[in-house]
């Protein structure tokens, strides 16, 4: 079973502040996926990275895939209160069949 | 952009009773389907793939007689909590993989409460 872990579970931060979500394994993956979740809600995919040592900018959201795509990372810069949310990095196998999930990073940002 | 749709959007039901939870993509076939479990302040958790027109591959741990799945269609996949307990309350997210992009795409989610 491929596992990833994130860091931080949870994060509280000023606005304007910067942050960086890490998502680790020690299994490669194909790709990975960022999601962010609000409440009641299902995931909302952000970006896809594929190749590793990929960089991809979303506005203020940076996304990097390590080298070896076993580890990303996701920066936000000068937080918004609208950035609050739970953010899960998801990973595919090398079979492309099956996405397994971080445990998430909650964010909070408070004005 | 590509839809995915969950009915109902939330349940609450009596212990003992079965609730059924429908899955669709609404502009895509969808060969494959992914049900999903999430509790509080958690992230999701694999229960089972479903794929069309076989039996549903369950992980480990999941109840394949409890969670029952049927994909019968290209656009639909039911997941039917039998005898649900309250245990069993969480939300409930289902994913459909477009069958010609490979893209994974995420439905609302379903919260039941079982009382």
């Known amino acids: 079973t491929q596992l990833l872990e994130q860091s931080p579970q949870f994060l509280s931060i000023q606005e304007g502040e910067n942050l960086t979500v890490y998502c680790n394994s020690s299994s490669v993956f194909s790709s990975l996926q960022w999601y962010r979740q609000e409440p009641g809600e299902g995931p909302v995919l952000l970006v896809t990275v594929v190749t590793g040592g990929e960089v991809k900018k979303l506005k203020r959201l940076t996304f990097q895939f390590g080298d070896a795509r076993k580890d990303s990372s996701l920066h936000i810069t000068a937080a918004q209160p609208g950035d609050t949310g739970l953010y899960l990095c998801a990973g595919h196998n090398n079979a492309g069949n099956m996405l397994t999930f971080g445990g998430g990073t909650r964010l909070m940002v408070k004005p | 952009g590509a839809v995915v749709s969950q009915h109902p959007s939330w349940v609450i039901c009596k212990s003992g009773t079965s609730v059924k939870i429908e899955c669709r993509s609404l502009d895509f076939q969808a060969t494959t389907m992914f049900w999903y479990r999430q509790f509080p302040k958690q992230s999701l958790m694999l229960m089972a793939t479903?794929?069309?027109?076989?039996?549903?591959?369950?992980e480990q741990g999941v109840e394949k007689d409890k969670f029952l799945i049927n994909h019968a269609s290209l656009t639909l996949s039911t997941l039917t909590v039998t005898s649900a307990h309250p245990e069993d309350s969480s939300f409930y997210i289902c994913s459909a993989r477009d069958t010609h992009t490979d893209t994974q795409y995420f439905g609302p989610g379903t919260r039941l409460t079982v009382l």
């Open positions: 479903s794929n069309e027109g076989s039996k549903a591959t369950y």
